[in-house]
């Protein structure tokens, strides 16, 4: 486990990144960093992501290692045409697919700058949704964009700004396109399980399926991951 960095030393405490390939490619990205930083693997789905975060909260340690400050890192899926594989989003809020409501919750705004200006113009704000499973349609993407006027579509982030708030944690969600709104994936609706684990056997019969958006998915996942690496070395180097 890491513990602190140079760059965010006095407001940063916890790192938290999906599990899987977007830790591993996080994990690369500090690995040369002498100092340490907390980071956590997350599921996905906000149901499992939730029942993470309420498991963590009972650990005996918590309270008294409190964080002040989260950043959630990984991928997210474009809904909108401005934005491409590759392009690096913070947000500046964030709102649920299931909300009735349509009520967003921020990020901290000062925190969130500070990521823009050590980043150096190569991100931008925008709006995040979260839903329950992964958008594969692109028409589908396309329409959510439109009526929630979001940018990003995510797995996790409502759930973490919904749980910090009773904890007062600041946090800032940087995601890095892996797909834009353009692009048709093969189904995986239901490539995670209600642990929020990925499920191999299913994916790679969903990708057998459809090879044509199966190549596109690899090329531009490979893509994103790589931008991933990047910038969470350029923000804790």
């Known amino acids: ?26 994990l690369q990205g500090i690995k040369k960093n002498p100092n340490t930083i907390n980071i956590k693997s997350i599921p996905a789905g906000v149901k499992a992501v939730t ?41 500046e809020e964030c709102t649920s697919l299931e909300s009735k409501t349509n009520e967003c919750r921020q990020c901290d705004p000062f925190l969130s700058k500070l990521v823009i200006e050590k980043l150096k113009g190569k991100c931008t704000f925008g709006k995040g949704i979260t839903g329950q499973y992964v958008m594969s349609s692109a028409k589908e993407k396309q329409v959510l964009g439109k009526i929630y006027k979001a940018d990003v579509i ?34 995986l609706r239901d490539v995670f399980g209600v642990d929020g684990k990925l499920q191999y056997f299913y994916l790679a019969y969903q990708m057998i399926k459809k090879p044509l958006s ?24």
Not at 1 to 26: H, I, R, S
Request: with cysteine; aromatic share 12%.
């Open 51 to 91: 029942e993470f975060l309420e498991k963590w909260e009972q650990n005996p340690y918590f309270l008294k290692e409190l964080p002040k400050t989260i950043m959630m890192i990984g991928l997210g899926g474009s809904l909108s045409p401005k934005h491409s594989i590759g392009d690096i989003i913070i947000y």
């Open 154 to 187: 995510d797995m996790e982030g409502i759930a973490l700004l919904n749980w910090s708030r009773k904890w007062n944690i600041s946090v800032i969600v940087i995601r890095v396109i892996s797909d834009n709104c353009q692009q048709d994936l093969p189904d």
């Open 214 to 237: 199966s190549i596109h998915l690899i090329y531009s996942s490979l893509k994103s991951l790589n931008v991933l690496k990047e910038t969470i070395r350029q923000l804790i180097f």
């Open 1 to 26: 486990m890491y513990k602190k960095n140079n760059f965010l030393d006095c407001w940063f405490d916890t790192l938290l990144v999906p599990q899987g390939a977007e830790y591993q490619a996080v």
